[in-house]
């Protein structure tokens, strides 16, 4: 089985579900799965994600890169589901042993550069621009969103055309203005004079602040943000006019008499210096919902708890996985079951749903059970009625079997 057939129909009909004016915006990120066995092939000691700030920890487990495509509620600022368009699996390569020959690490010099996850993540990222020009989506603009692992030279450098990449960088990255005419002579400048350092900028009152609306955390926010345009940096080389955007810490509360606390900066660059200021923070704001797949994948759907050890099984099992993830809410969509509390089961008391609140993962999965055993139900007792129950009132009679398994909740 091509697990890669499954993602291509789940990208057409994800695509399809856009309004025609909008760009498409897709999320870029990697992720760990856990594993126990030392002999599984692609698995690898990792630094663990979740493990505190002040201890490295490490985790054995395969490594994933998903790229999700962003299907939003409406058109306007609102939120956006992010439906699994590519899973694939990107082991590193493995290090010979003390005692191999050198042409054996001659051989993992020259492809351990390849096995790195911004090579893939560059791949991924052409590879996905080549399905949509196959599709006829030549003129549509594809905007990428990514972290800082995947905001540096290899894949800034290699990104195809009619495509933008939003991602974050350090705040002391350094980077320069557009060069200043120059005579014909002469070889050409390619970066001008040095800005301060992003933090420096936040920090500067030489920089006005700028406030826009978008969605985040459930309803629409005012950010407080500096903009930059015509800017250059080294890593992107001399092709990108980059404009840099840096978002001003959050104020929060825990409780309504707590203090307020902040959230860090965020300092972003993207490589489409006209790309309208609120799309890019909404566009990037969306980004969240990869990690809301990452947590849905693996927790409710199972995603890598297959016990597989042969190499072709243990790229496709999760693969399937997300791709069955990818058509749930897919279908779920096209349902236009999304916001419809009146098509759920009923909620406990103790889990009360917010107003315009859209169905989890779970509630949709729930309502799939729901629907499918009712139709088993129905079918395979139809013809099992007795006489006597025929003959008795209806008025207070319920079948429990059937009212337990409509009802079921996980």
Known sequence: MDVNHLFDVARQKAISLLPDCQRIIAHLDDTLIRKRGKKIPGTAWRRDPLGPPFHTNFIWGQRFIQISLAVPAQFSFCQARAIPIDFHHAPSIRRPNKSASEEEWREFKKQ???????????????????????????NKNLCISVDGSYTNQTVLKQ???????IGRIRKDTKIFKQPELQNARGRKKVYGERIPKPEEIRQSNDY??????AWATGKVHDFHIKVIHNLKWRPAGEHHNLQLIIIRPLGYRLTKSSKILYLEPAYLICTDDHLRTDELIQAYLWRWEIEVNFRDEKTLLGCGQAQVRSPQSIEKAPAFSVAMYAFIHLA?????????????????RWD???????????????LFRFQ????????????????EADSKSLRNYAEPLLSASLCSRK
Do not use: C
């Open 112 to 138: 351990q550069p390849f096995a790195k996850l911004s090579h893939q993540g560059s791949l991924r990222i052409r590879q996905l621009r080549l399905k949509l020009n196959h599709d006829g989506l030549q």
């Open 159 to 165: 990104l195809p055309s009619n495509t933008t990449l």
């Open 208 to 213: 006005n602040y700028e406030v826009i609306k």
């Open 332 to 348: 779920a969509l096209v349902a236009n079951k999304v916001r419809d509390s009146s098509a759920i089961l009923p909620r406990p």
């Open 352 to 366: 009360p749903a917010a107003i315009d609140q859209r169905l989890s993962t779970m509630e949709i999965i729930n």
């Open 372 to 387: 499918t055993w009712a139709k088993s139900i129905k079918e395979n007792f139809l013809g099992f009625v007795n006489i």
